[in-house]
């Protein structure tokens, strides 16, 4: 790896969608073994930017490294997870049989797929909902059945795009506890949310807006560094300090 703590090492980043540079020159490290946030107003970038990380994204120029590979390079597919934020499960099977689905694609037959399906439901709290299909499932549920799919396969880098929208406080409150822990486990976790008092739950923040890097802190530093009262408002107080340049 190029520099064993980034799990994920961005340089000069551009990309273009439909025409438009949606981000433009970014530099940011996302250091291996954190919980990173990456936050921003809708439509400041972080999907883009995830969709570059995993390399489905087209027109990216810059250096983009992951796991010291290439974004997108073949030997990443198992190394990294994606969970976007369109359901990516199988309505029509259960909860089970989506897993085995990742699970086999994953390159897990047998015994082993077995087991990594239990651990995958046990880590998003879904037992008991095993044999159930997947549209009978509420909301929050399914959410975290796309979350589960992206785990069983032990991926080293976990992307999720929103992994919190729609989820109750307890809910929200467990899923950032199980980031934690699969972080406390060795993993990086680049997550991203609009939701700012999620922002204090990192260990690192990255703050997007209009495709440009407003801060790379914590979540201690960006209210100390702002004086402000909580995240949200510190947010604020960089976007309009960001806008007054
Ligand atoms: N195919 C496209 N052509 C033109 N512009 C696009 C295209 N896809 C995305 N964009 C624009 O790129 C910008 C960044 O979009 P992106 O989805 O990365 O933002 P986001 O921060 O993830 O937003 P949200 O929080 O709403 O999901 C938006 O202004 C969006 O309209």
């Known amino acids: 790896m190029a520099n064993n703590s980034a799990a994920v090492r961005v340089r000069g980043l551009r990309v273009v969608r439909g025409g438009t540079t949606i981000l433009e020159g970014l530099d940011l490290d996302v250091p291996a073994g954190q919980v990173v946030g990456l936050l921003g107003p809708s439509g400041s970038g972080k999907t883009t930017l995830m969709r570059a990380v995993v390399g489905v994204q087209a027109n990216v120029t810059g250096e983009l490294t992951v796991?010291?590979?290439?974004?997108?390079?073949?030997?990443?597919?198992?190394?990294?997870?994606?969970?976007?934020?369109a359901a990516s499960v199988y309505t029509d099977l259960s909860v089970v049989e989506n897993?085995?689905?990742?699970?086999?694609?994953?390159?897990?037959?047998?015994a082993a797929?077995?087991?990594?399906?239990?651990?995958?439901?046990?880590?998003?709290?879904?037992g008991g909902h095993e044999k159930q299909q997947v549209l009978s499932l509420s909301g929050g549920e399914?959410?975290?059945?796309?979350?589960?799919?992206?785990?069983?396969?032990?991926?080293?880098?976990?992307?999720?795009?929103?992994?919190?929208?729609g989820l109750d406080p307890v809910l929200r409150r467990d899923l950032w506890a199980m980031f934690h822990r699969l972080?406390?486990?060795?993993?990086?976790?680049?997550?991203?949310?609009?939701?700012?008092?999620?922002?204090?739950?990192?260990?690192r923040l990255l703050l997007l807006?209009?495709?440009?890097?407003?801060?790379?802190?914590?979540?201690?530093?960006?209210?100390?560094e702002t004086g402000a009262p909580d995240a949200e408002q510190a947010f604020l107080a960089l976007i309009d300090k960001a806008a007054a340049r």
């Open 67 to 85: 796991l010291g590979m290439p974004a997108g390079d073949a030997a990443l597919r198992h190394r990294v997870g994606y969970v976007t934020q």
């Open 99 to 110: 897993l085995r689905h990742f699970a086999v694609l994953a390159g897990l037959r047998g």
């Open 113 to 126: 797929a077995t087991a990594a399906v239990a651990q995958a439901v046990d880590a998003v709290d879904l």
């Open 142 to 165: 399914r959410s975290r059945v796309s979350l589960a799919a992206a785990l069983v396969g032990d991926p080293e880098l976990l992307v999720l795009d929103e992994p919190t929208v």
């Open 183 to 203: 972080a406390g486990q060795g993993r990086t976790l680049l997550v991203s949310s609009h939701v700012m008092d999620e922002a204090t739950r990192c260990d």
């Open 209 to 224: 807006r209009q495709g440009v890097l407003v801060a790379d802190t914590t979540p201690a530093a960006l209210l100390a």
